[in-house]
């Protein structure tokens, strides 16, 4: 009798086992959870969740306009200004929208980005390369890449543009109350955003995986970083981005001062 019952009950530990599902090592929407705190805690990005897409049509974004022209892939409620870096917040937030996107607010501490369209930018990261640049990292959707540049001034923005004869309206500026989408988020334009050249510190080696990333993120974000992120300045990736842009869909335009 005792070796039916425990085999009984060893059969409803098993059960209850196989019902708990630990978030940590489970696939999907959690990888977000752990991209967000990696981004909060390791990098010290301020962030957000996106709005995402309808939950009864995916091709639709959650927002209230029909015409929405980025769907999902930009701030909502909570707004831009709630951006953060504090571990606590970030997790309640992808805790309760476990799909949500994740977006960067730009400037300020954090960086800023330029984007172009794709092709052009996988020409301008050539040339950047063969004149021996150092580049940071390198967000890239199916559609457009963005890289990732040291904090500048809506005032540097506008002397640095304003002594160029010409520059493409296909090259989009995410500074000052701009935010970025990053990876593994869905792209508004459908697929996947990745990294194309991943974010590392200058000074730290790599460490041992044998613990998740989110749990990696929360003891990181205790501490101060270990290494300065490299991010190179936007007077130095500018020119070649321009070139680069100028042959792509939307470029040729003039900007008006």
Aim: glycine letters at 10%; hydrophobic letters at 40%; charged letters at 20%.
């Amino acid at each position: 009798m005792r070796e039916i019952l425990g085999r009984r009950l060893q059969r409803l530990r098993d059960r209850f086992q196989f019902l708990r599902t630990d978030p940590v090592q489970s696939d999907g929407p959690s990888t977000l959870l752990d991209a967000a705190l990696v981004c909060a805690g390791t990098w010290q990005w301020p962030v957000l969740p996106g709005v995402g897409r309808s939950g009864t049509d995916g091709k639709r974004c959650a927002c209230p306009d029909p015409d929405c022209a980025v769907p999902g892939a930009h701030p909502f409620d909570p707004g831009l200004l709630a951006a953060t870096t504090d571990p606590r917040m970030v997790t309640w937030w992808w805790t309760n929208r476990p799909t949500a996107p994740v977006l960067m607010a730009t400037g300020g501490a954090a960086p800023c980005a330029v984007s172009l369209p794709a092709g052009a930018a996988a020409r301008a990261l050539v040339r950047l390369d063969a004149q021996g640049l150092r580049l940071g990292p390198v967000v890239a959707t199916p559609t457009r890449w963005a890289l990732l540049v040291e904090p500048y001034s809506l005032e540097r923005l506008g002397e640095l543009l304003y002594a160029k004869d010409h520059v493409p309206s296909s090259l989009r500026f995410h500074g000052e109350g701009g935010y970025l989408l990053l990876p593994p988020s869905a792209a508004s334009s459908g697929g996947e955003v990745r990294w194309e050249r991943e974010p590392r510190a200058e000074s730290t080696a790599q460490r041992p995986r044998s613990r998740s990333a989110r749990a990696q993120a929360h003891a990181q974000a205790a501490q101060a970083p270990a290494g300065e992120l490299w991010l190179p300045e936007i007077e130095a990736v500018v020119d070649a981005l321009v070139e680069a842009s100028s042959g792509a869909p939307g470029g040729g335009s003039r900007l008006a001062y």
